[in-house]
């Protein structure tokens, strides 16, 4: 079938549904997996141009044009017109559901022009971890919680509704992760570097020790590249990354779904790893950490508890095991690095790590045991999606 008749064809299946209409409309089962198989392929160009996004940065001088920053815009413009269609009609979402999309699209959209300028004012933008970049991670959080939310209440029970949940969750463990992105592009750069090979082109480094009043050394590549506190990284993968993991083994109900949905996006990782490398960009460091934690989750809900009531003991017992797991694989992926320092010029593999402070476990062991109490919380409270979320939460 030739373009002009698959988009006619498209085109008589769809304007029949574009009618006015209130969030929580009976939606037709083609209709509802079109839209969100649509919010997979927008979750999709947006995570590929992230992705490219950051290895890019660690190598030229910013660029509003740059290929990555069109590419994630593909997926940005795919991600309003869903947005739009849902408000507009009213399929595919509910009440909350449709907010949590249209906040975090606004909060995005609104993101995008604050960034631009940020950039025109201050130069080069240090690190991910700025003001305007959470502004676009909060945007995507709202974005793709709703669009959990409304396949996890509209889509019929199958192996279709737990996939496509898992690779929600998979998409949403990224955005949640991706600032932790700098750390990890960021220690692998300081290693080259103390390997006598850079990897950023001599503008990049011009303008950032310009930036900083400094000359081109290692002070000023540190600060380039590791520039927020060292406890931040593991605090924050324990705190928000594992809870990413225990929200998703309750909504998913089966046992694996946290360690496959950390596996998953762990894959795309590994696997966009070489096809940055081999065309030249920086490498980075891989948190296959959070598989471990994956599996720390899986167990924890896997053991059973004699009365609901004990719950709360799972919360506390699962963040205490979860939390020593991580910071010991992590403790293994920098002991792992800094074996190879000295055998790979410029090159620290995929098992590398930021710098670990292990007296931060303290904290990230409490906030991640305050965030799953919480979970389990709500998991009981409620509604409409109590009974649902009790039903699959135990095994």
Sequence with gaps: MKAPAIIKTAAEWALPHWTRGQAGRETPPDLFRVL????????????????WDVSWHFKWLRDDLAPPHLLNSVGTALALALTVIHGY????????????????????????PLDLINHRVNGLDITSWSPSHLMLYGGSFFMIAGVIRGWFMGAPPGRERTVMLGAFFAFFLENVHFPE??????????????????????????????????????????????????????????????????????????????????????????????????????????????????ICVDLAFAVRLPMRGLAPVRAVLGAAVATAAVYGALTAQSSIMGAVYGSLKG?????????????????????????????EWLATRRQPIEARVIATATP
């Design 36 to 51: 969100y198989y649509g919010w997979l392929v927008a979750f999709t160009f947006k995570v590929l141009g992230a992705t």
């Design 89 to 112: 009609t009213g399929f595919g979402v509910d009440k909350a559901a449709l907010r949590l999309i249209q906040w975090g699209t606004g909060i995005f959209l609104v993101a995008v």
């Design 181 to 294: 992105q700098h750390q990890e592009y960021g220690i692998l750069s300081i290693g080259a570097w103390d390997n006598h090979a850079i990897y950023a082109e001599p503008i990049l480094l011009r303008f950032a020790a310009d930036q900083m009043g400094r000359p081109v050394d290692r002070v000023m590549m540190t600060n380039f590249t590791l520039p927020v506190p060292d406890f931040l990284y593991p605090v924050y993968a324990v705190v928000v990354g594992v809870t990413v993991l225990v929200v998703a083994r309750m909504m998913i109900g089966r046992f694996g779904a946290a360690t496959l949905v950390a596996g998953s996006y762990l894959a795309f990782r590994t696997v966009a790893w070489p096809l940055l490398t081999f065309t030249n960009f920086p490498p980075s460091a891989l948190p296959y950490f959070l598989v471990i934690a994956g």
């Design 347 to 375: 090159q620290t593999g995929l098992l590398g790590a930021p710098p670990l402070v292990p007296s931060s476990a303290v904290w990230a062991g409490a906030g991640l045991m305050i965030a799953w109490l919480v979970c």
